[in-house]
């Protein structure tokens, strides 16, 4: 699979911006799970065949199993996307960063040991730390620009030259790192503003937008203010919502409406 | 054991500031590991043991062992440090920073799962993106500030307010993050002027320090230039450098003798 080429083709033919995120939180399970040994593998997959038909890519996020020790459940949940999803692609959400001899375990633990088709990055550590996922030019590389969360911009926010770091990253990203055409950035979407001038300053590299849903984002001005020329250009990731959506026998179903619903909620500002 | 306290009390009682990176490669391992199921657990504890007396703390890094789906043996490894040299604490190298929901499963990974003393992080994300680290106010908090590699400077180095970013870094760990007095920056030892720059900023706050070795840092340049007013305050880290000094069936010894010329050229500019 090559990334851009599954993401693009994905857009169109499932009609779908929605990115599903699969951040397991055992204690957030139904209580069918309450005795699984394997819960976080067999919750994850209820989701992943619930959802697939409203997800252009799937994003497990490495810290939720890792804290649990389940690399094992992660690496057969890739698998099982592959194998039962072909043509989705799945982004390792894990915001990786090294020198560029420890770069490159990284990028072996994300694409050989996990399989996966991209990962998100993060740029602190300049182009030589992204360099290794970025010569894997059949895979995505995600980079942090402008993030979601309160503190984003202690840093992201400082002014060099009249222009936030944030939209150095963004043209840095564009003019010099995207050689192979397969990098993308993080955008949140709790300011949308700034969303527009990201997407003035890349043309259309792809965008993973967290924090609609359980952050506050707003998904009118998300789509308005970032889709590309062609109404797509996005990834709007959703985690929680979807995963929690439901909480008894009916949680997948009920997984299954919410990423719909956004779906159907994105579509309306296309 | 609280980091801070022992990385204090083994400066002075062993009186060594060198940091034992732990950074296993299989393909450089000695001859008599080549069939051995178990080698990287067991060449890094031969590692482990016959540095420890030159050592103030070990750092395993994280990529080498994820790369390998070795996360049991980093497990064990960091167990045995806990015993066999307990006073000795053990930095995680896992370079990570998410959303705060996020941060809180990397800190119960370096903290819980593998019972590691200090965390290296990333500052791209903003203080809450590493304040469930810094909650933990028995555990160290090493973070980025200007770093060893070749792009460093991409980010790094831009200019706010007629400081660089790194500068800018250092004083918000200073003055904003360390109220538990749990933090340390890492400050390459490739760019000597920058070390006495942001000494001049943190005060004492530790520096971990890559960069002597492979990457060429100078010793005595890392050490007049960012050492406090005791003649402490680094942790000059080598890996590759020790780990690999000899290859034959003497390699612990040569790791030993390496780990102890490296104590001693820190110690003759203290």
């Given at each position: 699979m090559n990334f851009m080429q599954a993401l693009r083709t994905r857009w169109q033919q499932a009609d779908t911006l929605v990115c599903v995120g699969l951040d397991p939180e055992p204690a957030r399970f139904p209580a069918q799970f309450a005795n699984d040994p394997d819960a976080v593998f067999n919750f994850c997959r209820a989701i992943v065949d619930a959802t697939a038909g409203y997800a252009c890519s799937f994003k497990p996020q490495i810290a939720h199993f890792a804290a649990l020790g389940a690399e094992g459940a992660l690496t057969r949940l890739i698998a099982h996307i592959h194998a039962a999803h072909p043509g989705i692609p799945v982004i390792l959400d894990s915001k990786r960063g090294d020198i560029g001899s420890t770069a490159q375990h990284y990028a072996a633990e994300a694409f050989d040991r996990y399989a996966a088709d991209a990962v998100t990055a993060n740029p602190y550590l300049g182009r030589d730390s992204v360099?290794?996922?970025?010569?894997?030019?059949?895979?995505?590389?995600?980079?942090?620009?402008?993030?979601?969360?309160?503190?984003a911009g202690d840093l992201q926010d400082l002014v060099i030259d009249g222009r936030p770091l944030y939209q150095h990253v963004a043209e840095k990203v564009?003019?010099?790192?995207?050689?192979?055409?397969?990098?993308?950035?993080?955008?949140?979407a709790t300011w949308p503003a700034q969303l527009k001038e990201v997407r003035a300053i890349v043309g259309d590299v792809p965008f993973l937008v967290p924090g609609v849903g359980a952050q506050g984002g707003d998904v009118e001005a998300v789509v308005t203010n970032a889709k590309t020329a062609d109404g797509t250009g996005l990834m709007v990731s959703s985690s929680r919502a979807i995963l929690y959506a439901g909480n008894g026998q009916d949680f997948a179903a009920a997984?299954?409406?919410?990423?719909?619903a956004l779906r159907d909620e994105i579509n309306r500002y296309r």
């Amino acid at each position: 699979m090559n990334f851009m080429q599954a993401l693009r083709t994905r857009w169109q033919q499932a009609d779908t911006l929605v990115c599903v995120g699969l951040d397991p939180e055992p204690a957030r399970f139904p209580a069918q799970f309450a005795n699984d040994p394997d819960a976080v593998f067999n919750f994850c997959r209820a989701i992943v065949d619930a959802t697939a038909g409203y997800a252009c890519s799937f994003k497990p996020q490495i810290a939720h199993f890792a804290a649990l020790g389940a690399e094992g459940a992660l690496t057969r949940l890739i698998a099982h996307i592959h194998a039962a999803h072909p043509g989705i692609p799945v982004i390792l959400d894990s915001k990786r960063g090294d020198i560029g001899s420890t770069a490159q375990h990284y990028a072996a633990e994300a694409f050989d040991r996990y399989a996966a088709d991209a990962v998100t990055a993060n740029p602190y550590l300049g182009r030589d730390s992204v360099q290794p996922f970025l010569d894997r030019a059949d895979r995505g590389v995600v980079i942090l620009c402008r993030t979601s969360n309160p503190g984003a911009g202690d840093l992201q926010d400082l002014v060099i030259d009249g222009r936030p770091l944030y939209q150095h990253v963004a043209e840095k990203v564009a003019r010099e790192w995207n050689g192979h055409g397969n990098c993308a950035l993080v955008v949140g979407a709790t300011w949308p503003a700034q969303l527009k001038e990201v997407r003035a300053i890349v043309g259309d590299v792809p965008f993973l937008v967290p924090g609609v849903g359980a952050q506050g984002g707003d998904v009118e001005a998300v789509v308005t203010n970032a889709k590309t020329a062609d109404g797509t250009g996005l990834m709007v990731s959703s985690s929680r919502a979807i995963l929690y959506a439901g909480n008894g026998q009916d949680f997948a179903a009920a997984a299954a409406d919410a990423a719909r619903a956004l779906r159907d909620e994105i579509n309306r500002y296309r």
